[in-house]
């Protein structure tokens, strides 16, 4: 069985490399067939049984939340960043102005399905200058970024949808099976070796697009070293989760909808930034392969909590002799969990300048409540590097400047945040690899972060297949 083009992982990216391979009208036939290989479930059957018991039960095989049709975007915020400078490197591959010109069509491929019709963050008001003008005294950034927020809930209705279309129009997805390998003759890939209940499959293809998302990045390592795709080590963010109460964020949440603050802070001078801001919303827990916790943050339209969380991100990058980030971010994380008993650690501000553990009664005394329920009170600090917990106190401090309160002793820190974008898969702007006929897209090739630049990479992607054809 052969198939014209496979492609690897069922999130935006891989999705939008189908859809798009649809609208500029590949004509599907027995000879010309698309395969979409997705190692979670239909969008339908996806379920976290964190809400009929709690807390997270660590699923097996797969977590729910980030494998399955929509990849982590199905359980995800839904946040769609508008703007090319936001959402990963994607822009100096292809450049600026085709990246935007992508974003603004994708945009309305999102619409066309069902995605709500406001865009937040586009007026520039009063409100707005005076944070800026407070970024600007704390030695802050901050970058301009519409957003079309889907929520979680819609999300999930908009990809079920694009889902049924992809079927209906002829796409063969299989779900439940994993890519172990890939078949790579004299520098050529020649298909890929499958794995479902039944066992392993050589399957050929001519196309083969690999877009496995954060949780395949390590697996695509592996692959990269194992075949010699040409790659290099990435950039690997390390931080917390910051909670706070909405009235403390309420000014920002108001005027800004999702405030992107990026400084530089002394004495090493490393990019720190915010990042997936949740007003009203939930810190949540996810799963990692090898049982690593991690903390997110979620939205919905309809249900909200009194607090908003957001991340803050310190970037990691390596030289030499070390050059494996994702190891790196993965023992921190590890270190942490072991701290936490499995669980995700959870601080107070005020506990870690004043250099004591957080205990579990303590909790209760502030203003501010933990929504993440199974979040066990410690020392994050002990299990934090040095530079990463100096960079993010620092950069609290900044903070406080733009949003008063923030550095309060109550706000709460989460960890580990750890967003792994690593090895950098080395391509040319029609997205070739050094292997022909291998494409590496999304958050698992590192040049993409986020759902509009990983939907955008599938959009490019399934315009150069359809060109070649
Ligand atoms: C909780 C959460 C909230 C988020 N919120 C936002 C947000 O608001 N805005 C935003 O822009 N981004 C958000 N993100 C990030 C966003 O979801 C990702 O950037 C985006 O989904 C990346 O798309 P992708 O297609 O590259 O990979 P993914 O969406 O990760 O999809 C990859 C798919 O490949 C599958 N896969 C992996 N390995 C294999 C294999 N070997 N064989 C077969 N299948 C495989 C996985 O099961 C997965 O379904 C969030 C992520 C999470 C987890």
Redesign the pocket.
């Known amino acids: 069985m052969s198939y014209d083009v496979i492609i690897?992982?069922?999130?935006?990216?891989?999705?939008f490399t189908a859809l798009e391979l649809l609208r500029q009208g590949y004509a599907i036939d027995d000879d010309h067939r698309i395969l979409l290989?997705?190692?979670?479930k239909a969008v339908e059957k996806r379920h976290c049984p964190k809400a009929e018991v709690g807390q997270c039960v660590s699923c097996k095989p797969?977590c729910a939340?980030?494998?399955?049709?929509?990849?982590?975007?199905a359980?995800?915020?839904?946040?769609?960043?508008l703007s090319c400078e936001v959402?990963g490197e994607l822009p100096n591959l292809i450049g600026e102005e085709l990246a935007q010109e992508l974003i603004d069509y994708t945009d309305t491929i999102y619409l066309e399905f069902g995605a709500a019709k406001e865009v937040e963050g586009i007026t520039e008001n009063e409100e707005i200058k005076e944070i800026r003008h407070n970024a600007i005294k704390a030695g802050l950034r901050l970058v301009d970024c519409p957003i079309r927020h889907l929520g979680t809930e819609k999300a999930q209705q908009l990809y079920y949808a694009i889902q049924q279309h992809l079927l209906d129009n002829g796409v063969e997805i299989r779900f439940n099976?994993?890519?172990?390998n890939l078949l790579i003759e004299d520098g050529v890939c020649k298909g890929v070796t499958l794995r479902d209940k039944d066992g392993c499959t050589d399957v050929a293809g001519n196309e083969i697009v690999i877009?496995?998302?954060?949780?395949?990045a390590d697996?695509l390592e592996h692959i990269c070293a194992e075949h010699h795709i040409a790659h290099a080590p990435g950039t690997v963010d390390i931080g917390v989760r910051v909670e706070c109460r909405n009235e403390v964020m309420e000014k920002v949440n108001r005027a800004l909808y999702e405030s992107k603050l990026i400084g530089y802070p002394k004495p090493w001078k490393n990019k720190v930034r915010t990042f997936?801001q949740n007003p009203g919303g939930f810190v949540?827990q996810?799963n990692y392969d090898n049982d690593l916790a991690v903390v997110?943050?979620?939205s919905y339209k309809d249900k909200k909590s009194d607090n908003t969380n957001l991340a803050i991100l310190v970037s990691h990058n390596f030289t030499e002799p070390f050059n494996q980030p994702i190891a790196y971010a993965q023992k921190v994380g590890e270190l942490t969990n072991m701290l936490g008993a499995g669980h995700i650690m959870v601080q107070r501000y005020g506990d870690i300048l004043d250099g004591k553990r957080t205990w579990q009664k303590e909790l209760s005394r502030s203003n501010l409540r933990p929504t993440l329920k199974d979040a066990v009170a410690g020392d994050i600090t002990a299990a934090m590097p040095y530079r990463a917990m100096t960079n993010i106190i620092e950069f609290i401090k900044m903070l406080d400047m733009v949003v008063p309160g923030f550095a309060s002793p109550e706000t709460l820190l989460y960890s580990p945040e750890l967003k792994f974008y690593s090895n950098k898969v080395k391509m040319d702007e029609n997205l070739d690899t050094n292997i022909r006929g291998l494409h590496c897209?999304?958050?698992?090739?590192g040049w993409?972060?986020?759902?509009?630049?990983?939907?955008v990479?599938?959009v490019l992607m399934g315009r150069k297949l359809t060109e070649k054809k």
């Open positions: 690897i992982g069922a999130g935006p990216a891989g999705i290989v997705e190692k979670g797969n939340i980030t494998t399955g049709f929509s990849g982590a975007g359980f995800s915020d839904g946040k769609l960043s959402g099976t994993e890519c172990e877009a496995t998302g954060r949780r395949g697996w997936c949540a996810e997110n943050g979620h897209l999304g958050d698992s090739s993409t972060r986020g759902l509009m630049m990983a939907s990479m599938g």
